[in-house]
């Protein structure tokens, strides 16, 4: 079986729904230290913005987006949804978090152990379910040290997402074949899958939860989950064995600026994208000023003014 056939990638990026954008810039640069990468607009709805939060780099697997509408109504967490979106961050750094979100107000659980490692769950501002995870390691990687947090507690991209749906096993099987998780341990209803060898982005829990409410899409939710790709030829044989084998519908591909997109709705109802690594987020700004100007398609560069005039602040 070759390298296209069975890829190991993991999670390219996770993109939300969230409220007003300048409650969310702060929360995800101040509060959790996530470095502001790009800051553009939604492609389908260019009042809106489009930011990306992620490591020094954006490098792909630590990337966390956000359509943030001043108005939107909340979501409802249910069947064909993202439950959680998990970061990783260094050993004995809970008890940093822990009084970190106390000292903001940051609406949180009490520890816990799941599948044998140690984490903290806590919610953004919008009711998005989120968890900081213990990651053995993970202090010898390098940490972008953003909101005056310290290297040796900052987060080092994304443990991995949890998935609600009624059935998991052609999910899991889509997993498996198209992106190279293997099935793991599981506790309870939760099944755990990861990809060998992949330290970032490497873990998706599926909850199969049977007759249970349908999720509502809303400010908290999560709106897709992104699968890397290193590049076309390997999208198009995930496509490829996507439709072939297990009856999938898949967009036509589409151009992002920062990475090449193909989209479908996975047996569970969730929505998967597959984005390709290249060309980045530094294409065309440097990586030391990343995020610090609006960044347009060039399509929508005819509109910049309209489209400033009505995009609120965000710090």
Same mark, same amino acid.
């Given at each position: ?127 998005? /379910?989120? @968890?900081?995870?213990?990651? *053995? =390691?993970? $202090? ?10 310290? +290297? #040796? ?53 599926? /909850?199969? @939860?049977?007759?249970?409410? *349908? =999720?509502? $899409? ?10 890397? +790709? #290193? ?85």
């Amino acid at each position: 079986m070759t390298s296209l056939e069975r890829p190991q990638n993991g999670i390219h990026h996770v993109t939300a729904i969230a409220g007003p954008a300048r409650r969310n810039h702060a929360f995800y640069t101040e509060v959790l230290g996530l470095r502001l990468v790009k800051k553009t607009v939604n492609f389908d709805d260019p009042g809106t913005y489009h930011l990306y939060f992620g490591d020094e780099a954006g490098s792909p697997g630590t990337i966390l987006t956000f359509f943030p509408w001043e108005h939107a109504n909340p979501g409802r967490l249910g069947i064909g949804q993202t439950q959680e979106t998990a970061f990783r961050v260094p050993e004995g750094s809970l008890g940093f978090w822990t009084q970190r979100f106390i000292e903001r107000g940051v609406a949180h659980d009490s520890i816990v152990k799941r599948f044998g490692e140690t984490v903290l769950p806590f919610s953004d501002p919008d009711g998005m /379910r989120l @968890a900081l995870v213990c990651t *053995p =390691g993970a $202090e010898a990687e390098a940490g972008w040290t953003g909101g005056g947090i310290e +290297a #040796a507690h900052a987060i080092r991209g994304f443990h991995g997402v949890s998935l609600m749906v009624a059935d998991g096993t052609r999910t899991g099987a889509i997993l498996v074949d198209v992106f190279g998780f293997e099935a793991a341990e599981a506790e309870g209803q939760v099944r755990r899958y990861r990809v060998p060898g992949t330290t970032i982005g490497g873990v998706i829990d599926i /909850r199969s @939860a049977g007759d249970f409410l *349908p =999720g509502r $899409e809303g400010a908290g939710s999560v709106h897709h989950i992104a699968f890397r +790709a #290193a590049d076309d030829a390997a999208q198009a044989a995930m496509v490829d064995k996507l439709t072939r084998d297990h009856g999938q519908r898949v967009t036509e591909q589409r151009d992002r600026n920062y990475f090449r997109s193909v989209y479908f709705r996975e047996p569970g109802g969730v929505l998967f994208e597959i984005a390709t690594d290249a060309p980045g987020f530094a294409v065309d700004e440097p990586v030391g000023h990343l995020g610090e100007a609006l960044k347009l398609p060039a399509g929508l560069e005819p509109m910049r003014a309209r489209i400033e005039a009505v995009l609120p602040a965000v710090a």
